[in-house]
């Protein structure tokens, strides 16, 4: 047995782990429904994030989070990491704001790892919903494929692909998406893995270890956490984004190899619209795989909840 094979043993879950697990996402899930229903234009994000943390804590019995909580609203929601010590959750959400809060409570040690995106007012604009429903439709290719045996690079080409054909469809780029792949304007767009292992730590061990795939190299790859074919038993997030972050949209406009695929007019109309991503916790099955996160994600669940706001 190779020593690959070995660590890939060690990384998938017992069933009690896994009955942990399940509850620290329902609980994460349960609390970001309530942060949905909270949310009005005025507010600060650190009240968002207080929201997350009282349910985490008080119903659910979290006495921690997996990390700090990201609650990024307008340009903030193209931060990736936004929202750490030095720089607190302390803008004022305002109307017409996507947020993009990434949170996760933590239970008996095991991490949860979520994020939702969705317009402050709850009500996305059609400009909102061509971004929104592109990554949707990313993460559902990827649900739809993810079984034993195949690459997460795969995955990660796979859901890259998706988003931009569905950018493409809202007129925001043009040309060949096989030729968008190869000079590497999904990483303008993504600039980030498909997503990452998840257990004990948020981001857990395993990613690149010897006799195992290596980090790749291909342009838009390299920020893969890991690179390894999926086994069942192995619990991963898939958190496909799409930003709009001027430095990347600058150097891709001047790039010679890149601009020709962008329409520069349609493009400017997003500058200033942040991001969205979209972060399950899923668990790879014998035939499949299983989705642990349960809250609104197409546009209409998303405006039906947000509608119930007392």
């Given at each position: 047995?190779s020593?690959?094979?070995?660590?890939?043993?060690?990384?998938?879950?017992?069933?009690?782990?896994?009955?942990?697990?399940?509850?620290?996402?329902?609980?994460?899930?349960?609390?970001?429904?309530?942060?949905?229903?909270?949310?009005?234009?005025g507010?600060s994000?650190?009240?968002?994030?207080?929201?997350?943390l009282?349910?985490?804590?008080?119903?659910?019995?979290?006495?921690?989070?997996?990390?700090?909580?990201?609650?990024?609203?307008?340009?903030?929601?193209?931060?990736?990491?936004y929202?750490?010590?030095?720089?607190?959750?302390?803008?004022?959400?305002?109307?017409?704001?996507?947020?993009?809060?990434d949170?996760?409570?933590?239970?008996?040690?095991?991490?949860?790892?979520?994020?939702?995106?969705?317009?402050?007012?709850?009500?996305?604009?059609?400009?909102?919903?061509?971004?929104?429903?592109?990554?949707?439709?990313?993460?559902?290719?990827v649900?739809?494929?993810?079984?034993?045996?195949?690459?997460?690079v795969?995955?990660?080409r796979l859901?890259?692909?998706?988003?931009?054909?569905?950018?493409?469809?809202?007129?925001?780029?043009?040309?060949?998406?096989?030729?968008m792949?190869?000079?590497?304007?999904?990483g303008v767009?993504?600039?980030?893995?498909?997503?990452?292992?998840?257990?004990?730590?948020?981001?857990?061990?395993?990613?690149?270890?010897?006799?195992?795939?290596?980090?790749?190299?291909?342009?838009?790859?390299?920020?893969?956490?890991?690179a390894?074919?999926?086994?069942?038993?192995?619990?991963?997030t898939?958190?496909?984004?799409?930003?709009?972050?001027?430095?990347?949209?600058?150097?891709?406009?001047?790039?010679?190899?890149?601009?020709?695929?962008?329409n520069?007019?349609v493009?400017?109309?997003?500058?200033?619209f942040?991001?969205?991503r979209?972060?399950?916790?899923?668990?790879?099955?014998?035939?499949?795989?299983?989705?642990?996160t349960?809250?609104?994600?197409?546009?209409?669940?998303?405006?039906?909840?947000?509608?119930?706001?007392?």
């Amino acid at each position: 047995m190779s020593s690959c094979h070995l660590i890939l043993v060690r990384v998938t879950k017992s069933a009690k782990e896994i009955e942990v697990l399940r509850y620290v996402c329902k609980v994460s899930s349960d609390a970001h429904k309530k942060v949905m229903n909270y949310v009005r234009p005025g507010v600060s994000e650190f009240e968002a994030e207080a929201v997350f943390l009282e349910h985490s804590y008080r119903v659910g019995g979290c006495r921690h989070v997996s990390y700090t909580c990201i609650c990024g609203s307008g340009d903030n929601s193209a931060v990736l990491h936004y929202g750490h010590a030095g720089a607190p959750n302390d803008k004022l959400i305002e109307d017409g704001d996507m947020c993009l809060f990434d949170m996760g409570a933590n239970y008996g040690g095991y991490a949860a790892d979520i994020t939702c995106s969705f317009p402050v007012n709850g009500r996305f604009t059609s400009d909102q919903k061509i971004v929104y429903n592109a990554v949707l439709d990313a993460r559902n290719a990827v649900l739809n494929a993810a079984r034993p045996g195949v690459s997460w690079v795969e995955m990660h080409r796979l859901a890259n692909k998706t988003m931009l054909q569905k950018l493409k469809e809202g007129g925001l780029l043009k040309g060949d998406v096989e030729e968008m792949m190869k000079v590497g304007l999904n990483g303008v767009f993504q600039p980030h893995g498909l997503g990452h292992l998840i257990g004990l730590d948020v981001h857990d061990v395993g990613g690149y270890l010897e006799h195992c795939p290596p980090r790749p190299t291909e342009a838009g790859f390299k920020s893969l956490r890991f690179a390894r074919p999926l086994v069942a038993g192995m619990y991963v997030t898939v958190e496909p984004g799409c930003y709009f972050i001027d430095i990347l949209l600058d150097r891709a406009l001047k790039d010679p190899e890149q601009c020709r695929f962008l329409n520069a007019e349609v493009l400017a109309r997003f500058r200033g619209f942040g991001g969205v991503r979209i972060e399950d916790d899923v668990l790879i099955t014998e035939n499949g795989c299983e989705n642990f996160t349960i809250v609104p994600r197409t546009v209409e669940e998303i405006e039906a909840w947000m509608s119930t706001k007392e």
